[in-house]
């Protein structure tokens, strides 16, 4: 399981035809039990969402958006900022109202970085419950709502795909695989930006094995 960091600081831009000409990919973090144990957490989760989702904000501008007291989305932004997950914005706030933003990077989880114990297993199935919850509660407000609640340039770029094919593992993987090449050469160029005109967009890419499918043997009977 992977997620990948969509809140780069962004730079404020003058004109909309700026070019980057250097596109460096984002480093990737692989959750180990500690840092899995620091994340694990409801309030935590959420908070990282939104700094992901959304941008820098302060502890109070937290608490507004999800109903919570800024005393503790303070403390758990603390405890995320122990663990990595998000830091403090330089220059920018004061003593009294510190703007916080994601770390930037991926955060991968993956079963050879994780312990196979009970508490891992538990707090990684937390993790990436919370993740899909997320991802799947932004397209439902996309997709729910009345077609006129954007303008049209908005709703023609998007794009809702759904795809079923019957592939064998190294076939599923090449496609993934090719997936992150575009992904390191495209997609990676538009991160740190915030052009004119520009809002937060999420782009999902999800590959796997349909759990209750069967795999088809080596040799298939005719009817």
Do not use: C
Not at 46 to 67: E, I, N, Q, W
Not at 139 to 151: G, I, K, T, V
Request: no cysteine.
């Amino acid at each position: 399981m992977s997620e990948r960091n969509d809140a780069e600081p962004a730079v404020d831009v003058q004109a909309a035809d700026v070019t980057v000409e250097t596109v460096r990919p984002q480093p990737h973090r692989e959750l180990d039990g500690e840092s899995l144990k620091g994340l694990a957490h409801p309030l935590r989760l959420k908070l990282l969402d939104v700094l992901s989702t959304y941008g820098p904000h302060t502890a109070s501008g937290l608490g507004d958006r999800l109903g919570e007291s800024s005393g503790s989305t303070s403390y758990h932004l603390r405890q995320l900022e122990r663990h990595g997950f998000v830091r403090e914005v330089e220059g920018r706030g004061s003593g009294r109202e510190r703007w916080w933003e994601r770390t930037p990077g991926a955060i991968d989880l993956t079963p050879r970085t994780v312990s196979d114990t009970p508490s891992a297993r538990s707090a990684a199935r937390l993790v990436m419950r919370n993740w899909e919850q997320n991802r799947a509660q932004l397209l439902a407000d996309f997709s729910e709502q009345p077609w006129d609640a954007m303008p049209l340039e908005w709703m023609e770029a998007s794009e809702l795909t759904t795809i079923n094919l019957h592939l064998t593992a190294e076939q599923l993987a090449s496609v993934t695989e090719a997936f992150q090449g575009f992904m390191n050469e495209y997609i990676e160029r538009f991160r740190g930006r915030n052009d004119p005109g520009s809002r937060p967009v999420q782009i999902h890419f999800n590959a796997f094995p349909i759990a209750d499918g069967e795999i088809t043997p080596d040799e298939v009977s005719e009817p």
